[in-house]
T-cell receptor
Framework: EAGVAQSPRYKIIEKRQSVAFWCNPISGHATLYWYQQILGQGPKLLIQFQNNGVVDDSQLPKDRFSAERLKGVDSTLKIQPAKLEDSAVYLC??????????????FGEGSRLTVL | RKEVEQDPGPFNVPEGATVAFNCTYSNSASQSFFWYRQDCRKEPKLLMSVYSSGNEDGRFTAQLNRASQYISLLIRDSKLSDSATYLCVVNKYGNKLVFGAGTILRVKS
């Protein structure tokens, strides 16, 4: 079974530029998450989708970050304009909601962003 | 207070040692708990769920203490391959998972 696909793996941009990350979850997974992981920290939830609806975006800096999950499958996370503190790994994860397995997230390899 | 707190370590242990990590959480209504493992520059992967009755998977034992709001992970007979960051994860509600910052384990030969 194919895992969570993310692209690009690496991106280097200058501050104030924009960047977009793409994620394709595991087939059949209803829930999709975007996490930001800064070096030395645990993953921080940015946004959670169930199908194509937003469940939680309380920690998404909406003045510069946006995300969408059209058709309830793949998703795009955009940052515009980027700041130095956005340098991080952006992890996409998906899960198949099933009682007792709520905590099993499957992560992609991440997109490593460096803002100069 | 952070929602999920872990000792960052690193824990440096010799092969064959037993090592234990604790994690505390702030929300007493949290519903479920997990340990994830993250290798250097890799994505997190589920290691094990933590049940109220405690659970064991080979060399790994996880326990939950709801009264004191902490979970623990015990690793017996440590292997070099156990070297990683161990992330404590709490499901607050509605499948909203909060990750701790992780505990670094280094197993030395």
């Amino acid at each position: 079974e194919a895992g969570v696909a993310q692209s690009p793996r690496y991106k280097i941009i200058e501050k104030r530029q924009s960047v977009a990350f793409w994620c394709n979850p595991i087939s059949g997974h209803a829930t999709l998450y975007w996490y930001q992981q800064i070096l030395g920290q645990g993953p921080k939830l940015l946004i959670q989708f169930q199908n194509n609806g937003v469940v939680d975006d309380s920690q998404l800096p909406k003045d510069r970050f946006s995300a969408e999950r059209l058709k309830g499958v793949d998703s795009t996370l955009k940052i515009q304009p980027a700041k130095l503190e956005d340098s991080a790994v952006y992890l996409c994860a998906s899960s198949f909601l099933l009682a007792g397995r709520a905590g099993e997230l499957f992560f992609g390899e991440g997109s490593r962003l460096t803002v100069l | 207070r952070k929602e999920v707190e872990q000792d960052p370590g690193p824990f440096n242990v010799p092969e064959g040692a037993t090592v234990a990590f604790n994690c505390t959480y702030s929300n007493s209504a949290s519903q479920s708990f997990f340990w994830y493992r993250q290798d250097c520059r890799k994505e997190p992967k589920l290691l094990m769920s933590v049940y109220s009755s405690g659970n064991e998977d080979g060399r790994f034992t996880a326990q939950l203490n709801r009264a004191s709001q902490y979970i623990s992970l015990l690793i017996r007979d440590s292997k070099l391959s156990d070297s990683a960051t161990y992330l404590c994860v709490v499901n607050k509600y509605g499948n909203k998972l909060v990750f701790g910052a992780g505990t670094i384990l280094r197993v030395k030969s």
